[in-house]
């Protein structure tokens, strides 16, 4: 009788522990591996860190592809333009620089500035989306499109700080060219991860 129940008690626990989940659910391995890709792909930019930052919250969009992930970095880059040539608009419209008009002229020239670069990344962003299959000549076409346009932006941005070289130390020049640096810092990352990318497509 005891060997009986003994066998019976075994059996019971082989049971219940072979119904007990083992390892790591498939959809959080796959979440984990989205955005390790995302962090080993940042790793081509001159800003690591904050590439990764500003995109890890696409990680279930972007997966582990490299067109989405580009596509992603250069929407973040337009967004953060946009933002920025906003800002200087309403600098040129509420401040009075009555008495400096170099900061008036360098407020001009930067508000041209970004909104050429809005122009240039929604162009790219537009090339993107309509983006055929990698490796065809139609891709390094608009792949090449897309440098250029993303290339021509960050021009543009670092001229907006140029333009303020000659321009008196002060919270309003401070301001601008902080704010542009971040915008520039999120252009030279989509634009490398385009050029990843584009890379990758005429292997």
Same mark, same amino acid.
């Given at each position: 009788m005891r060997t009986l129940l003994f066998f019976l008690f075994i059996a019971t626990l082989i049971f219940y522990t072979d119904s007990i989940p083992t390892g790591i659910p498939d959809d959080l391995t796959t979440a984990s591996d989205n955005i390790d890709f995302i962090r080993t792909s940042c790793n081509a930019t001159l800003y690591p860190d904050l590439c990764y930052t500003s995109l890890a919250g696409y990680a279930n969009a972007i997966q582990q592809d490299p067109g989405r992930l580009a596509r992603a970095a250069v929407s973040v880059s337009l967004k953060k333009a946009h933002h920025m040539?906003?800002? %200087?608009?309403?600098?040129?419209?509420?401040?009075?620089?009555?008495?400096?008009?170099?900061?008036?002229s360098a407020l001009h020239d930067c508000f041209s500035n970004f909104g050429d670069a809005v122009d240039e990344i929604r162009g790219s962003l537009k090339?993107?989306?309509?983006? %055929?299959?990698?490796? *065809?000549? *139609?891709?390094?076409?608009q792949m090449s499109n897309v440098q250029t346009w993303m290339s021509a932006a960050l021009t543009d941005e670092e001229t907006c700080t140029d333009g303020f070289e000659d $321009?008196?130390?002060?919270?309003?020049?401070?301001? $601008?060219?902080?704010? *542009?640096e971040e915008v520039k810092k999120a252009t030279s990352n989509a634009l490398a991860l385009v050029n990843s990318y584009a890379e990758k497509g005429v292997q």
């Open positions: 040539a906003e800002y %200087v608009s309403n600098l040129t419209r509420d401040a009075d620089y009555g008495s400096d008009p170099r900061a008036a090339q993107m989306r309509q983006a %055929v299959s990698p490796g *065809s000549e *139609s891709f390094r076409f $321009v008196a130390d002060g919270q309003m020049k401070s301001d $601008v060219c902080d704010r *542009s």
